[in-house]
């Protein structure tokens, strides 16, 4: 019963952590716009003397100007007069006269014209459509329509921002809005995006030839995905390791010192250390998890011919896919997951806790998926970029063309442990792509393919 009123209590501070959360970002929200009345007012305040003034400038200007054409036209018409006296013998016609109407002027509609200046007509807000909106493929499209037709819009703006905040957008996120401008139709998709965060928010306005109207109620769309990055700090002294990117350094290490070589051990100490980060991270019940593993104390973690480096996240439930792509001339490299355990002198494919695709372009070229040290020729040619797909409950792993998502290999097997996205790399270098939802074309083929139960792998095994 202690237990369960616990667990209430819990519930209830969670609860009430959240509505707080809530109830601050409301709070902000209004001051924020409390500011920004405040602010905007004082502007169009400014702006709507400006264009009187302006006015009042070009009235005063036409006045000036037509009171000196009407002294003008008095002038002359005198003139005429006065030098016609002294040629009263010659004729009695006076050369002009006293009528002046043809100076007159009727500003009635003018009149009218200023007597009609309004505000410019704002378009409504538009409102977007978040049952049409879609995320798919790395892509987001987003659907709205207006609340009442107006013909008189000329195009649409689009706001959108990546945050990790779920629910309606902050005042002061870490990100900032982005801006697509000049859309023509109610819809629009952006495409490439790379999602590095759990959520992006989304808001749009109307514009016609004068005007933009009010943003639309801001949409929160989920962009979740897979992210990590080479991990340096525990590659192999050789590897030249960026966030995403490594390179093979034959250099690497050199002048270092060579104490630790006698005090490998086989890499017991590490492995104790491994051990205790496969304690970390909590994976959820409803999505796949991913947990970022702790940096070990030092650059020995792989060494002799184990040019390897791992991802920094580890895998322990749910679907993900990543990319990797070879330089120009790389020799040989392989690309996979594998257990966190993994042995400090271990070469990918050669353990049955690993499992890759490896490619050899030296002295003899190759192309063979890779597990407990048997291997498999594939008989396609090597893309230049490869998707790899794992499903760490489906206990599957797949290598994909990414550019055709032509299937290369499949492995099917059980993982019993976390996995970590796993490199090996010689005389080249490999870039690498995350973020990544899985493809549509992949998800396809793996309802495909579990629907037939069959798999294209003869290497398939139980890892223990």
């Not at 009695?92 to 009218?112: C, G, I, Y």
């Not at 807000?125 to 499209?141: F, H, S, W």
């Not at 010689?426 to 992949?442: D, K, M």
Request: hydrophobic residues 35%; charged residues 25%; neutral net charge.
């Amino acid at each position: 019963i202690e237990v369960q009123h616990l667990e209430a209590l819990q519930r209830i501070i969670a609860t009430l952590a959240n509505k707080n959360e809530e109830l601050h970002n409301f709070i902000e929200t209004l001051s924020h716009l409390l500011a920004g009345v405040q602010v905007n007012s004082s502007q169009v305040v400014s702006d709507l003397e400006e264009e009187f003034d302006t006015l009042f400038s070009i009235l005063e200007e036409s006045k000036e100007s037509m009171t000196n054409t009407i002294k003008q036209e008095q002038a002359r018409k005198s003139h005429e007069l006065v030098t016609m006296a002294p040629a009263f013998r010659l004729t009695m016609k006076p050369k002009a006269t006293d009528n002046m109407t043809h100076l007159m002027v009727d500003f009635s509609q003018e009149r009218q014209l200023l007597q009609g200046l309004r505000f410019l007509p704002v378009p409504r807000a538009p409102e977007i459509e978040v049952q049409d909106c879609m995320v798919l493929d790395n892509a987001v499209t987003v659907v709205w329509r207006m609340p009442v037709e107006d013909s008189k819009i000329d195009h649409y703006i689009l706001e959108y921002r990546k945050t990790n905040h779920e629910g309606l957008p902050r005042v002061k996120d870490e990100r900032c809005w982005e801006l697509v401008d000049n859309i023509k139709s109610t819809e629009h998709t952006l495409t490439g995006l790379k999602f590095d965060s759990k959520f992006m928010n989304f808001r749009v306005r109307a514009c016609n030839k004068a005007a933009a109207g009010d943003y639309s109620d801001p949409v929160t769309l989920e962009t979740r995905a897979f992210n990590f990055d080479f991990d340096s700090s525990s590659s192999h002294l050789n590897l030249k390791v960026e966030e995403c990117s490594v390179e093979w350094d034959p250099q690497g290490g050199k002048g270092l010192d060579s104490k630790v070589k006698g005090k490998e051990n086989k890499g017991s100490a590490h492995l104790t250390n491994l051990k205790n980060m496969t304690r970390s991270g909590t994976p959820s019940p409803k999505r796949g998890s991913t947990t970022r593993s702790p940096a070990p104390r030092g650059r020995d973690r792989f060494t002799g011919e184990s040019y390897t480096v791992l991802g920094d996240t580890s895998i322990d439930s749910g679907q993900h896919y990543w990319e990797v792509k070879a330089l120009k001339d790389c020799k040989s490299y392989s690309v996979g997951v594998a257990f966190k355990n993994l042995g400090k002198f271990d070469q990918l494919g050669k353990t049955n806790t690993t499992w890759c695709i490896h490619i050899n372009n030296w002295l003899q070229n190759s192309f063979a998926a890779k597990h407990n040290n048997k291997a498999k020729s594939l008989d396609v040619s090597v893309p230049e970029r490869i998707g790899v797909y794992c499903d760490f409950d489906g206990g599957q792993l797949s290598f994909y063309n990414a550019e055709s998502k032509q299937l290369l290999h499949t492995f099917k097997t059980k993982f019993t442990q976390p996995v970590v996205p796993a490199f090996m790399v010689w005389c080249g270098g490999l870039s690498l792509s995350t973020g990544l939802q899985v493809p549509s074309a992949v998800r396809s083929f793996q309802k495909t393919e579990n629907g037939l139960g069959g798999s294209n792998s003869s290497l398939n095994s139980m890892a223990h």
